[in-house]
C-alpha cells in the first residue's frame, strides 16, 4: 500500500511558475515509476508527465520545454516544476505510483491548478 499526498497547488498568472510535490510513504518508493496527470473539467484525464526508477522521463507534447519532472528516492517525493503556465493548463494535477513489477497503480487526491489570463 502506498500513500500519495500531493501539494503546491494554487492560482497562478499566465507566464508564472508552480512547482508541485507528491510525498509517498507506505512503501519502498524506489519500487515504483512515477506520473503527473491532470484532468480539466469535461475532459479526460492525461499523462503530463512520467519519470522512471532509474530516472528516464518523458512529457507529454503541451508541456515538453516548459515542465520538469524529477524525484528523489532519498525523501519519497516526487516534482514537477511547472513554467511559463498557460489558461490551458489549468486543471487538477494527480500524482501516480505504478510499481514496477505488476502495475498496480496507487494515486493521489489531487491538487487545483489555476492559470489567470
Not at 499526498?5 to 494554487?10: K, L, T, Y
Request: glycine share 12%; proline share 1%; net charge positive.
Amino acid at each position: 500500500q502506498v500513500q500519495l499526498v500531493e501539494s503546491g497547488g494554487g492560482l497562478v498568472q499566465a507566464g508564472g511558475s508552480l512547482r508541485l510535490s507528491c510525498a509517498a510513504s507506505g512503501s519502498i518508493f524506489s519500487l515504483f515509476n512515477m506520473a503527473w496527470y491532470r484532468q480539466a473539467r469535461g475532459k479526460q484525464r492525461e499523462v503530463v508527465a512520467s519519470i522512471s526508477r532509474s530516472g528516464i522521463t518523458t512529457y507529454a507534447g503541451s508541456v515538453k520545454g516548459r515542465f520538469t519532472i524529477s524525484r528523489d528516492n532519498a525523501r519519497n517525493t516526487v516534482s514537477l516544476q511547472m513554467n511559463s503556465l498557460k489558461p490551458e493548463d489549468t486543471a487538477v494535477y494527480y500524482c501516480k505510483a505504478a510499481r514496477w513489477y505488476d502495475g498496480l497503480d496507487y494515486w493521489g487526491q489531487g491538487t487545483q491548478v489555476t492559470v489567470s489570463s
